[in-house]
DNA sequence: CAAGAATTATGAACCC
DNA sequence: GGGTTCATAATTCTTG
């Protein structure tokens, strides 16, 4: 009865209820994920509207994330191979 | 005194305080957003160390998001393309 | 004679000829590029076994792309925080 | 004068000149390869305008690069996996 | 709807 | 050699 999807007992099911409940979570959680695009989305909407240039807003919440972790990068290294470039 | 930014009664500091705002309900909901993200992964890793096929699994995930009709039509558009080439 | 795939005459075959030519060119490509990849990952190499270290040299030329780039875009960056207060 | 950079007598400079020449030629490969990921480009948007489905031809050329064996082996576990979900 | 940016997925490389 | 990070490829989303 290795086939029957609807006893159990197998294996095989145990593993098809494992992939069930693996499917269902990660899928409710991609819903949430989407959710949450849309209301994005939605401000983004509202800063248009009020005037504000999408692209640009865009680029500073970019850069807000990037300035913190930019500070402590091997700077020293760097900075001694783009004298050597002579980058300085 | 247009240009005043002290001034909290002038149209560009409403404007400011309105750019503030934005910037900070995009941030909150990017960071449940990315909160979302590591949970999905979790479950990824849960999954793998349950025996199951990483690679295959998102792609199921991803037939499941579209219709059967499409579905159908993609593998038979490969077959297609696949005997074109010879490669039954 | 749809189906006959040995049929050269048909519109079919005449799409098969087609996709045999750009999957060729593709795979063709894609091989050079390959060759490629792997003439700059045996520089890192020597690089490395020169003393230099491989991440940083990796970040140099990186930033050796973005830098003319990033002129105009601290441009348009002041010009955001101008129109955000009204400045424009 | 270990410092100066002006002595191309000091170790220092032998390595400048070193990282000089890794950067050109790093350089020069990266924008070979960059000119055959367009003309690669040019060759699928020619393909989209003679019919063919992107998507899937991309698969295909994915496919062509594994084995047969391999293919096979992952097409089964889909099936596997949809059969377990109830996807039939 | 085509072009381009941005996100996501896969593949490679390095360290432990 | 296994797992984790890093680099590249691919898809999706957005904008003109």
């Known amino acids: 009865m290795a086939l029957d999807t609807t006893d159990t007992s197998t294996t095989g099911n145990i593993a098809a209820d494992r992939l069930k409940s ?5 899928e409710r959680l991609e ?4 959710a949450l695009a849309s209301d994005i989305k939605d401000i ?3 800063a248009k509207s ?3 240039d999408i692209k640009v807003l865009r680029q500073l ?4 994330k990037q300035e913190p972790a930019e ?3 091997q700077e ?4 001694v191979y783009r004298r050597a470039l002579g980058m300085v």
């Open 22 to 26: 693996i499917v269902d979570r990660i």
């Open 31 to 34: 819903e949430e994920r989407k």
């Open 44 to 46: 983004y909407a509202e």
């Open 50 to 52: 009020s005037g504000f």
């Open 61 to 64: 919440i970019r850069m807000r």
């Open 71 to 73: 500070i402590e990068e």
């Open 76 to 79: 020293t290294l760097l900075d």
